[in-house]
């Protein structure tokens, strides 16, 4: 299957592009997260997406917004981040839910933006520095304890989300008669203990990053890349040149697909 078609059906198969693999259990769309490795939650690039896999008619027809959701599926994606799948905002501030392997991956650029980010801004040096002395916290309690406003909150962690240097994880919480929606922010050396060494090259992980995505998604047109995650900083013009050099991806008609003894 080295042609444009070829790949673009191993794709459609790969990433249950079709009806006939609509996952139907919860149980299969973990295991279509570890095979994988990373799943936005709605379709919007070549990257798999959890929903698009569901084929399931939308929450509310003709809305937009949640309700394009899948009707009785699209709680699936809480589920597996409960399940210990970290759900990031590094796919451009969009959600996507990441196996292990791919948090590893991640490690190195997080935890260079944990470091970039304190020296870039007092705001969000305050809200790291308090997590690290406080440990993973509540909207409510970082609030009251940085005497912030919902706004301004919103404002520090929204960066800090999209760059990996802190996750949110959602909590429900009971008050009353009722269940109460929040979330927890952490760091993201707080979620997930180091695997790469504090020395490790962000650009590096970036190029490796990009091969886990292109995996992932089988084959990509190549102007794409560049989009999917949050860096452009780390990101070199030579990065896909350089990647087709070492045969670790081969270009096909605009696309790009990893080689096949990778």
């Known amino acids: 299957m080295g042609s444009l078609a070829g790949l673009q059906e191993l794709r459609a198969f790969e990433c249950r592009l079709t009806p006939d693999r609509a996952l139907r259990t919860l149980v299969e769309a973990e295991a279509f997260l570890h095979g994988r490795g990373m799943l936005t939650r709605t379709a919007d690039c070549a990257l798999p997406s959890l929903y698009e896999a569901c084929h399931e008619d939308p929450y509310q027809p003709g809305s937009p917004g949640f309700a394009t959701w899948p009707a009785t599926k699209w709680p699936w994606f809480s589920e597996l981040a409960g399940r210990g799948y970290p759900v990031t905002a590094v796919h451009r501030g969009k959600n996507m839910l ?28 305050q809200l790291l520095d308090h997590l690290a002395a406080a440990g993973p916290s509540t909207i409510d309690d970082l609030r009251t304890e940085l005497r912030l406003k919902r706004q301004e909150l919103n404002a520090l962690r929204a960066p800090l989300e999209r760059c990996g240097a802190i996750v949110s994880s959602s909590l429900q919480m009971k008050s009353g008669q009722r269940h109460v929606h929040s979330s927890q922010l952490a760091r993201w050396d707080q979620v997930c203990p180091s695997t790469s060494g504090t020395d490790a090259d962000p650009r590096r992980a970036l190029r490796d990053l990009v091969m886990a995505g292109l995996r992932a998604a089988i084959i990509a047109p190549e102007r794409e890349l560049r989009r999917w995650f949050s860096w452009q900083w780390y990101w070199e013009d030579t990065l896909i040149d350089g990647l087709a050099r070492e045969g670790r991806l081969r270009r096909v008609n605009g696309h790009v697909t990893v080689t096949a003894d990778r």
């Open 98 to 125: 990441i196996s292990g392997e791919v948090t590893r991956l991640l490690d190195p650029i997080c935890r260079a933006e944990i470091t970039r980010m304190r020296a870039a801004d007092p705001g969000w040096r």
